[in-house]
């Protein structure tokens, strides 16, 4: 009886050698040593970047970020040089060293009337095809009025676009209207949002542009509506679904406070009377302004503002259920709140990882000074203590700083952007790449029966999940990727894929695509950033040589596509194809051998 057993010993000794030395191929990054929410000191100068626009000292306003496919940024907002205010951007690439190769060193401006009259940048969209959108109000003889400027990808002006690259839309007939955001949707066409100041007081206003630049009349009235709900009201952020209504939050204005208020309007601009009452929500008898809105996969509605006093203001998180109530399964009944030691603060942004936690910049008042403020919360509200101090990170920087726009790079760390004094300033905080999210709370699973491949998709609201893969044309006629899909294109059956990119509707799905046979091997949603991380092995039904992988959105039909090669090498029964599982499987069998010849002297003895 112990022969059997030493020999049995022996085996589980190599065994666990296996086990001691995967973990180390797997090493993730949040096993760096390195914890979720400090500065990212390998980004510019210990974790940020000042950008001053002009070339002589000029004051500097950032209001929005956005990340492009390649994993460059460009921070948007306004320079004012000469006395008067232009729009501006700045194009960044992913390590925070200034993209020399956009518009001047760097940096773009524009100017709509030319009459030394302001124009304030408030927002930028960058579209599926690279092309660059900024967005905000122009003064134009005594009028303000909503106004966008599309830039080609290099930085020149893209004069297929309105008047020479620029469009304007009066929306109150009046001299007021303000814009605060704006979103593009699945099919390009351009959302933009604020208010207008109709009849003595503040409405929310929206307007939507076709892709050439005019006013899409199809939308509303002329392209354009307002909604009153108060006395003042401030439309402040803008998402759409992906059955294509659009959600509108900002606040609403009483005789004693601002009630946080969002409304719901149809695909056609009209209200959704499906949504609370008659498309309007507002949270009555609370002091609550929300500044961003977010979707979830699941068709909850995540607004981030502040809820404040006469004396103090902080952080506030409100979820919506799809239908307009209050999600009671979200923070205390469906609100949360979070301060800094009782400073003023407030959340201006809002974004979430893959796992669906909820990551929230804003600005906290710290002694004499503003600094930034991040939170990372849980999918219940909860705050996230793996992040930062108790879920919390604040950061002073040697000027007056607020942070006004936040989002994830491919990797999971997080940028800031704000501005600092008088300059643009980008942040970045360390964060690990999460896995995908278990957060919604409709789900499908499908095999493909060609690859016996069990692929796990979440179902969107409104939104029939499909894992029917496109045709072999409409994949192979995707764009290549502005950067590798996968970071090796000599790939080998079975081997398993995570792929990480941008570019994408907020909430739309996605799928990992071999395109060649064509066959769908991973799905999920996009991110409130446009982002998705999706995986998937390459089918061991596959033949050898030249194929395509893709992302890819069937709604919106764009997608991104990358070349590979495959080649039929595998492991014995591991079907390890990369250098790190070699070297596992290798030391398995050394490791296995030396238990089975210790066994066998023992059995000799």
Not at 267 to 276: H, V
Request: aromatic share 6%; with cysteine; charged share 15%.
């Amino acid at each position: 009886m112990r022969r059997p057993k030493e020999l049995l010993a022996s085996i589980a000794t190599a065994m666990i050698c296996v086990a001691a030395v995967i973990p180390v191929s797997s090493f993730s990054a949040s096993a760096s040593g390195i914890a979720d929410g400090t500065l990212d000191n390998t980004f510019g100068t210990s974790g940020k970047v000042t950008t001053n626009i002009g070339t002589q000292p000029s004051i500097d306003q950032a209001l929005h970020l956005a990340i492009q496919s390649d994993g460059k940024f460009i921070i948007a907002g306004d320079t004012n040089i000469g006395g008067s205010l232009d729009f501006a951007a700045v194009r960044y690439n992913a390590d925070g060293t200034v993209d020399t190769t956009f518009g001047t060193g760097g940096k773009v401006t524009a100017d709509f009337a030319n009459t030394g009259d302001n124009d304030y940048g408030k927002s930028v969209l960058i579209q599926s095809d690279g092309k660059i959108l900024l967005i905000g109000h122009s003064e134009m003889s005594g009028s303000v009025d909503f106004a966008a400027v599309r830039f080609n990808s290099n930085g020149t002006l893209d004069n297929t676009f309105g008047n020479t690259g620029k469009a304007t839309a009066d929306i109150g007939n009046s001299a007021g209207d303000n814009v605060v955001s704006a979103t593009l949707q699945a099919d390009g066409k351009i959302l933009i949002v604020g208010s207008s100041y109709v009849n003595n007081e503040w409405d929310f206003a929206i307007a939507r542009f076709n892709t050439n630049g005019t006013l899409d009349n199809t939308f509303a009235t002329g392209g354009k509506t307002t909604t009153d709900l108060g006395i003042h009201d401030r439309g402040n952020s803008v998402a759409v679904q992906t059955d294509g209504k659009i959600v509108l939050a900002g606040y609403s204005g009483t005789a004693n406070r601002n009630e946080l208020a969002v409304v719901r309007y149809n695909a056609n601009g009209t209200l959704d009377n499906t949504f609370g009452t008659g498309g309007k929500v507002t949270i009555a008898n609370e002091s609550i302004e929300g500044y961003s809105v977010m979707l979830q996969a699941d068709g909850k509605i995540l607004v981030s503002g502040r809820i404040y006093s006469d004396t103090t203001s902080s952080f506030a998180v409100v979820r919506y259920n799809s239908n307009g109530s209050l999600d009671t399964t979200f923070g205390t009944g469906g609100k949360v709140t979070t301060d800094f030691g009782n400073n003023r603060s407030e959340a201006m942004a809002m974004t979430s990882q893959a796992d669906g936690k909820i990551i929230v910049a804003g600005n906290v008042y710290i002694g004499s000074t503003y600094a930034y403020a991040v939170v990372r919360y849980n999918t219940n509200g909860g705050l996230d203590t793996t992040f930062g101090t108790g879920g919390k990170v604040t950061t002073v920087f040697d000027a007056i700083s607020n942070a006004v726009s936040v989002a994830l790079q491919a990797d999971g760390r997080i940028i800031v952007a704000g501005t600092s004094g008088d300059d643009f300033l980008a942040t970045r905080y360390y964060s690990a790449s999460p896995v995908a999210s278990t957060v919604p709370t409709s789900s499908t699973t499908s095999t493909s029966t060609s690859t016996s491949t069990t692929i796990a998709t979440t179902a969107a609201p409104n939104q029939t999940t499909t894992q029917s893969a496109p045709a072999l044309s409409v994949v192979t006629g995707l764009p290549l990727a502005t950067r590798p899909l996968v970071a090796k294109s000599a790939l080998t059956l079975g081997q398993p894929l995570t792929v990480s990119f941008g570019g994408f509707t907020p909430g739309e799905l996605v799928q990992l695509v071999v395109a060649s046979t064509p066959q769908v091997i991973g799905s999920g949603y996009a991110n409130a950033s446009g982002f998705v991380t999706l995986t998937g092995a390459l089918p061991r039904n596959l033949g050898a040589g030249k194929h395509t992988i893709a992302l890819y959105a069937p709604v919106s039909k764009r997608g991104f596509r990358q070349p590979i090669t495959v080649t039929t090498s595998q492991l014995p029964a591991t079907g390890a194809t990369n250098p790190s599982d070699t070297l596992l499987t290798a030391m398995y069998l050394v490791a296995l051998g030396a238990g089975l010849l210790v066994t066998r002297r023992r059995l000799n003895a």
